[in-house]
């Protein structure tokens, strides 16, 4: 039974990875999460904001202290309220290639083309074998059209290309008027990767106190659905590699999204949830699928039912419409 895969040209043992979190934010966990059988471990993402705070106590271009913009950016955390400040986290890197031997991911998260990106060159020279761009951004300027926002996105990863060598993942959302289109060009600018989705993290409101509050729930099964239908719809139709997070919780939802088309599967709330040892049981899970369907290979599972049609509109049409008519009272 042959597990391997390769994602953003590294070779795995098997799928199922750590997805960017503060699971490996310690040197014993992350050891935990080797022994436990993950194929490769995304470390939590660097913001933007804390690189340029650093760098020229700045954020976006604005001074925290300047009472002009203190209220635009109160809701920014101080410095100190990092878990990991930017040379802290170089060093990470350094010390979390020493003690595991399976990839080890980096992840930035930004939404600009600042000087912040240079320090992707930091990263690539602390032995990350992978840089993921985590882009997460909230359209509400109504200025702010969306050609423009794909442009800065495309334009961002060019960036990044001519500045470090090793591969660059893209971590998106799915609310693009045509994400298709998106990560077709992403893929032509030099992707090396998609991951597919960003969770949208939504803020609640206290009624009590009349202020927002954050929000956080884990995932689950429930929104794995939007992710396997994009991955389906651009298996074989770029070149970069595909990956899933969020809404993968058991073995089957594994097995569901390497069918659709992804080359790598993270997980963070399953094993939030489960222990380290959950990535052991999704190996075993995909491992006990295939002998019972009669595969041989991971590279046979993958995009075994993706959308290869021409007319790929016309599916999707038929698609929508077929569902709605299944509905009975």
């Not at 490996?24 to 995304?42: M, Q, S």
Request: proline residues 5%; glycine residues 8%; charged residues 20%.
């Amino acid at each position: 039974m042959n597990l391997a895969t390769t994602y953003l040209g590294l070779p795995l043992a098997h799928p199922f990875m750590v997805g960017s979190s503060p699971l490996a934010d310690h040197l014993d966990t992350v050891k935990r999460l080797e022994d436990g059988g993950a194929a490769a471990i995304v470390l939590r993402s660097l913001f933007e904001e804390q690189i340029t705070m650093a760098a020229s106590s700045r954020i976006h271009q604005m001074d925290p202290l300047d009472p002009e913009f203190a209220g635009a950016l109160a809701g920014f955390p101080r410095p100190d309220r990092y878990p990991l400040s930017p040379a802290d986290y170089v060093e990470h890197i350094h010390r979390v290639k020493d003690a595991v031997g399976i990839p080890v991911i980096a992840s930035l998260n930004g939404t600009t083309n600042e000087s912040w990106a240079t320090f992707a060159k930091t990263i690539e020279q602390a032995g990350a074998d992978a840089l993921e761009l985590n882009i997460y951004e909230m359209a509400t300027d109504p200025a702010d059209s969306a050609l423009a926002i794909e442009e800065r996105i495309r334009r961002l990863v060019v960036d990044l290309k001519t500045t470090v060598r090793i591969p660059i993942a893209v971590k998106l959302g799915p609310f693009f008027t045509a994400f298709g289109h998106v990560a077709h060009e992403l893929d032509r600018a030099g992707a090396d990767g998609l991951i597919i989705f960003n969770r949208f993290y939504q803020p609640d409101i206290d009624v009590t106190s009349l202020t927002t509050v954050p929000h956080i729930e884990l995932s689950t099964s429930a929104e794995l659905l939007l992710r396997l239908r994009w991955l389906s719809a651009l298996r074989g139709r770029l070149r970069c590699s595909l990956a899933v997070t969020g809404g993968v919780a058991t073995p089957t939802d594994g097995v569901k999204a390497i069918l659709a088309g992804a080359h790598g599967v993270q997980l963070v709330s399953a094993i939030l949830r489960n222990g380290p040892g959950h990535l052991a049981s999704m190996r075993d899970g995909l491992i006990a699928w295939m002998n019972s369907k009669g595969f041989t290979s991971v590279d046979q599972v993958r995009g075994a039912i993706a959308d290869r049609g021409v007319h790929l509109d016309l599916l999707e049409r038929g698609s929508y419409i077929r569902t709605l008519q299944s509905w009975t009272a």
